[in-house]
C-alpha cells in the first residue's frame, strides 16, 4: 500500500518535500509518479520517475520549483517543491506502475496528503 507523507500548510514561496512509501512492500522496480487534485479541479500530473531513477518527467507547470528523485535504498520516492504558489494548493498523491505505458498509466495509488498554500 502506498504512503504519501509531507503535505502541510506554507506560506508562498515556502518548500515542503513530499515522501511516498510502501507500506508493507517495496517499490523496486515500480515506476512512479505523482498526480494532484485541486478542490473542484481534476487530478494533474505532476511528475514521475522510473526505476531506478534514470528518466524523469516534471509537468511544465511546476518545472523549475519541482524536482522528483527516489532513494532505492530507503525504498521511498519524493517530490521536493520550492517556489511554492497558492495554486499549488491541493491534495497530492503518488502512484506506482510497471506497465510499460509508463508514465500514462499506473496500477496503485496512494492516498493524497495536503498541501496548502497561504498567501
Known amino acids: 500500500q502506498l504512503q504519501a507523507s509531507g503535505g502541510g500548510l506554507v506560506q508562498v514561496g515556502g518548500s515542503l518535500r513530499l515522501s511516498c512509501g510502501a507500506s508493507?512492500?517495496?517499490?523496486?522496480?515500480?515506476?512512479m509518479g505523482w498526480f494532484r487534485q485541486a478542490p473542484g479541479k481534476g487530478r494533474e500530473f505532476v511528475a514521475a520517475?522510473?526505476?531506478?531513477?534514470?528518466?524523469?518527467y516534471i509537468a511544465g507547470s511546476v518545472k523549475g520549483r519541482f524536482t522528483v528523485s527516489r532513494d532505492n535504498v530507503k525504498n521511498t520516492v519524493y517530490l521536493q517543491m520550492n517556489s511554492l504558489k497558492p495554486e499549488d494548493t491541493a491534495a497530492y498523491y503518488c502512484a506506482a506502475t510497471r506497465r510499460g505505458s509508463w508514465p500514462a498509466e499506473y496500477d496503485f495509488w496512494g492516498q493524497g496528503t495536503l498541501v496548502t498554500v497561504s498567501s
Open positions: 508493507g512492500g517495496t517499490l523496486s522496480y515500480y515506476n
Open positions: 520517475i522510473s526505476w531506478p531513477g534514470t528518466r524523469t
